[in-house]
C-alpha cells in the first residue's frame, strides 16, 4: 500500500512563492510516474504537473507554465511543485498523486494513490 503525504501549503499573497512537497512510503517510488492536482471550491479537479519516473520528464498545464515546476528526489522518495508568481487563481487544495502504470496522465482517475491534500490561499 503506498502512502502520500501532502504539505508546504499556506497563505501567501500575490506573487509569492510556495514549494509543496509530497512524500511517498509503503511502495517502490522511483518507479512511479507522479503528478500534482488542484482542486478549487465547486470546481473539479484540475490537472498542474507531472513528471515520470524513467527520464523525469515533465508536462504541465498551460495555466501554470513556465511558474511552477515539479521534480522529484529518488532517495528521499519525494515530489515537489515550486510554485512562484502565484496569482489568486492558484488558490485551491493541491494533491499529489502516484500512477504505478507510468500513464503520464493528465485524468485524475487514472491514479492509482492520493495524497490528503494541501490548501493553498493566494491573496490579492
Known amino acids: 500500500q503506498v502512502q502520500l503525504v501532502d504539505s508546504g501549503g499556506g497563505l501567501v499573497q500575490a506573487g509569492d512563492s510556495l514549494r509543496l512537497s509530497c512524500a511517498a512510503s509503503g511502495g517502490t517510488f522511483s518507479r512511479y510516474t507522479m503528478g500534482w492536482f488542484r482542486q478549487a471550491p465547486g470546481k473539479e479537479r484540475e490537472f498542474i504537473a507531472v513528471?515520470?519516473?524513467?527520464?523525469?520528464?515533465?508536462y504541465y498545464a498551460d495555466s501554470v507554465k513556465g511558474r511552477f515546476t515539479i521534480s522529484r528526489d529518488n532517495a528521499k522518495n519525494t515530489v515537489y511543485l515550486q510554485m512562484n508568481s502565484l496569482k489568486p487563481e492558484d488558490t485551491a487544495v493541491y494533491y499529489c498523486?502516484?500512477?504505478?502504470?507510468?500513464?503520464?496522465?493528465?485524468?485524475?482517475?487514472?491514479?492509482?494513490?492520493w495524497g490528503q491534500g494541501t490548501q493553498v490561499t493566494v491573496s490579492s
Open positions: 498523486a502516484a500512477d504505478l502504470f507510468g500513464l503520464k496522465s493528465v485524468i485524475p482517475r487514472d491514479y492509482d494513490y
Open positions: 513528471i515520470g519516473w524513467r527520464s523525469g520528464s515533465t
